[in-house]
C-alpha cells in the first residue's frame, strides 16, 4: 500500500514537472518576444544617464523602447565606455547602438546608421568666472573631451590653429568633474549635454562657430538588416508625432 502511494506520488511528481517544463517551453516561443540587444553609454544626459536608483533613462532610451515596440522586439540595453561602442557593434556583440551618436562620414567605414533622429552642435563649457569667451582664448589652456567622440576629433582639429592641452576622459561626467576641480579650464562638449551643465551647475560657455556635425543615428552592424526596420520605425514615430513627443519630454530645455 505504502510502496503503491510512493509510486503515484512520484508519478504525480513528474507529471506536474514535465507540465511546468513544457509550459516555460511554450512561454518562451509563443509569449516571449525577441531581444533586441542595443549598447549605449549612460554618461549622457538627457540622451541616456543613470537615475538615482541606477536605472538607465534618457531620450535614446526612450526612442529605443519605441522602435523595439514598433518592431515587436523586447529591448535590453548594455552599458559601455563610449570609446567601445563601435567595436561592440564590429564584433557583432550587440544589435544595435544609440548613444548620441553622431553619423560620421568616418565611423559609416566600419557601420551602418540609420536615418538622423536628433541634430546638435557643440559648445565650450567654462566656469561662471572664466576668461575664456572664444575660441582663440583656449590658448595655453587645458580642455577635456570624451574619448572616441566627435569632439575630440573637432578639438585636434582645433589645435593645428590655437595651442591649448586636450585631456580625453573616458566619462562624459569626468569632464564636468575635471571643471568643477579646476583640473582643466574648458570641457568641449555636445550642446545639448552642456547646455544641461551650465544650467544644472551654474557654469557658462559658448558655441564652437566652426562646428558642423552630422546628425545622431542609430546605428548597427554594417550589412545589418536591422537597418531598414529601424528606418521604417523612425519614420512612423517621426509622423505620428512620438518622436517629437519625446523630444519635447528630453530635449526642451536644451535646444
Ligand atoms: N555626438 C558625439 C559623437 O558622436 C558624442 C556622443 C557621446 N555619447 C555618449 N553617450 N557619451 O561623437
New binding site residues.
Given amino acids: 500500500m505504502k510502496k503503491s502511494i510512493l509510486f503515484l506520488s512520484i508519478i504525480f511528481t513528474l507529471v506536474v514537472l514535465s507540465a511546468c517544463g513544457q509550459s516555460n517551453k511554450d512561454g518562451a516561443t509563443s509569449g516571449d518576444k525577441k531581444v533586441l540587444t542595443m549598447a549605449?553609454?549612460?554618461?549622457?544626459a538627457p540622451?541616456?544617464s543613470r537615475d538615482k536608483a541606477g536605472k538607465i533613462i534618457g531620450f535614446d532610451i526612450d526612442l529605443a523602447k519605441a522602435i523595439a515596440d514598433e518592431l515587436g522586439y523586447k529591448l535590453e540595453i548594455k552599458d559601455m565606455k563610449?570609446d567601445g561602442l563601435i567595436g561592440a557593434l564590429q564584433a557583432k556583440r550587440v544589435d544595435m547602438v544609440l548613444?548620441?551618436?553622431?553619423a560620421?562620414e568616418k565611423r559609416q567605414k566600419n557601420v551602418d546608421f540609420s536615418t538622423a533622429y536628433n541634430h546638435?552642435g557643440e559648445m565650450f563649457i567654462t566656469k561662471k568666472d572664466s576668461t575664456v569667451k572664444t575660441i582663440d582664448d583656449l590658448k595655453g589652456k587645458t580642455v577635456a573631451v570624451?574619448l572616441?567622440?566627435?569632439?575630440e576629433e573637432g578639438a585636434k582639429k582645433l589645435q593645428e590653429k590655437v595651442d591649448f592641452t586636450l585631456k580625453p576622459l573616458d566619462n562624459?561626467t569626468t569632464l564636468i568633474q575635471e571643471l568643477l576641480s579646476d583640473r582643466v579650464q574648458v570641457a568641449y562638449?555636445?550642446k545639448s549635454v552642456a547646455t544641461g551643465y551650465i544650467k544644472e551647475q551654474g557654469l557658462a560657455g559658448f558655441d564652437d562657430p566652426t562646428s558642423s556635425?552630422p546628425g545622431?543615428a542609430v546605428a548597427f552592424p554594417k550589412g545589418s538588416e536591422l537597418k531598414e526596420d529601424v528606418n521604417k520605425a523612425l519614420k512612423k514615430l517621426e509622423e505620428n508625432g512620438k518622436l517629437q513627443e519625446l523630444k519635447d519630454k528630453w530635449l526642451k530645455d536644451q535646444q
Avoid: C, H, V
Fill in positions: 549605449t553609454s549612460a554618461d549622457f540622451f541616456e563610449f548613444a548620441g551618436m553622431s560620421t546638435s570624451q572616441g567622440t566627435i569632439q562624459s562638449l555636445d556635425s545622431m
